[in-house]
């Protein structure tokens, strides 16, 4: 079976790799030839645990191309995984989806399987399926199965070939038969990979739904902590009180200033908006949307209530950490951004610090700020540290050194790194989310 991928960016790229993990012969197809000439030589353009490995594990079964008429021309199964960005009204974006499309139709010579990974509103695959139909050649079966994806940066290769589930939805057999042939490898060991299968449109919402949830998730326990702050409870107790009962789990309730990356404040705001347009808007999504938004900004307006407008001027405050969650360089939608923009309109001085994300912070800021390469050298001489990333080396970081280089050692953590036990033995101050404030200064 011949099986091709476009686009080679979180989704496609992992998906690719991960199939010829399993024994398929993959063409991965990107129009940025730059990208797609790293590939060939067995890098990856993106930072995700031991997806390289497996590029070069299993390179005689991938090849990488911008020639996309040769890589859909006699291709069996088609997935596509390329972007669906929010556009400025909160829908999704659907012209790269549809790029490929034009170009699949232009190009395919016989039947085949088209498999939309990429998150698209419900809806979509049927659409999808009329607009290539009605664009291949007389004679050509084109199917349509929706496969959304489940995975999260920095444990993509992981979530992947040890899924929590495959969802597939189809509406005929022929698309069915291919599918349950593509994953049979992972739904046997080592793998176990639960199969579940169900129509299209059934497959689009399992997607949103899983998303919005697990943001929802977020959002609640963050207005849960930042009320531990005001009625004086402390949010790990809480959460751990919670978490003792398995409808609730234990996973996704760290509070922290709000999510981000590329996937759950585009997912909420698309099913929001897509929610609207049937006249049937989702509140508590609406709700999740607005809580995050103020999230991202919960410490900086700590920060501000306490120090105020005038003297927080002038301020040299360090950042550690900038991408949206560890183990990836990603910033997209990242809280690190929204916080420094404001401190620069407050006119603080900013340095920042990341383990990986420097190179794209810069892009965004310029010399509008400082760029440090060690903790050390971000946070001395500073009146103010904030944390915006739970990056190990930030976790791990000696406290001592808060107290020997910081001109005063005030530490305003937004993923509560630290321990509030380990704090107290320290004469610093530190306020974190959902917890008591410590100032031994
Ligand atoms: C998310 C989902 O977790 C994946 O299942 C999904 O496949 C993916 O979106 C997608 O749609 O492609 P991802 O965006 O990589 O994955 O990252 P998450 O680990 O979910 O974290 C998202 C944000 O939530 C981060 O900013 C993180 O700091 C924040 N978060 C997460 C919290 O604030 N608290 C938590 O308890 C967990």
Not at 80 to 104: F, H, K, M, Q
């Amino acid at each position: 079976m011949k099986v091709v991928v476009a686009g080679t960016g979180y989704v496609g790229l992992v998906t690719g790799v991960a199939l010829a993990k399993i024994g398929h012969n993959v063409t991965c197809v990107d129009i940025d030839s730059k990208k797609i000439a790293l590939m060939q030589k067995g890098i990856s353009p993106i930072y995700e645990e031991g997806l390289e490995e497996l590029m070069v594990e299993n390179a005689k079964r991938l090849s990488y191309t911008v020639d996309y008429k040769k890589a859909y021309k006699d291709a069996d199964v088609i997935f596509i995984g390329v972007g669906t960005p929010e556009r400025s009204d909160g829908s999704a974006n659907l012209d790269y989806v549809y790029e490929v499309c034009d170009n699949i139709a232009e190009s395919i010579v016989h039947d085949c399987v088209v498999v939309i990974k990429s998150t698209v509103p419900i809806g979509t695959n049927d659409k999808v399926e009329e607009y290539l139909r009605s664009r291949v050649e007389d004679g050509i079966f084109i199917s349509i199965a929706s496969n959304p994806e489940f995975l999260a940066q920095g444990t993509a290769v992981r979530d992947t070939l040890y899924a929590s589930r495959i969802v597939v939805g189809t509406e005929d057999k022929y698309a069915k038969d291919i599918m349950r042939e593509i994953y049979y490898p992972l739904t046997q060991e080592p793998y176990n990979v639960p199969y579940l299968e169900m129509s299209r449109r059934s497959a689009e919402m399992v997607k949103y739904a899983s998303n919005d949830f697990l943001a929802l998730k977020i959002s609640y326990i963050n207005e849960v902590s930042n009320f531990c702050e005001i009625i004086g409870a402390d949010i790990e107790d809480v959460t751990m009180g919670m978490s003792y009962d398995k409808r609730i789990g234990n996973k996704f309730l760290n509070p922290g200033i709000g999510y981000g990356g590329s996937c759950f404040p585009k997912d909420t705001k698309a099913l929001h908006y897509l929610s609207c347009e049937y006249d049937s808007e989702f509140k508590t999504i609406k709700a999740c949307i607005d809580v995050n938004k103020h999230q991202k900004l919960h410490l900086f307006n700590k920060l501000k209530e306490t120090y105020g407008n005038l003297n927080m001027r002038n301020m040299d405050i360090a950042i550690l950490g900038a991408t949206f969650k560890p183990g990836t360089d990603d910033l997209r939608e990242a809280s690190s951004i929204d916080n420094v923009k404001a401190l620069i309109d407050y006119g603080c001085s900013v340095t920042v610090y990341d383990p990986v994300g420097l190179e794209r912070f810069k892009k965004i800021f310029g010399d509008k700020i400082k760029y440090a390469t060690t903790i050390d050298e971000c946070i001395k001489d500073k009146d103010i540290t904030m944390i915006m990333t739970e990056w190990d080396t930030i976790k791990n970081y000696d406290i001592n050194n808060y107290i020997n280089l910081m001109r005063t050692p005030v530490i305003y953590d937004g993923r509560n790194c630290y321990k509030l036990e380990d704090i107290e033995k320290y004469p610093i101050k530190y306020v974190s989310i959902g917890r008591k404030e410590i100032n031994k200064l």
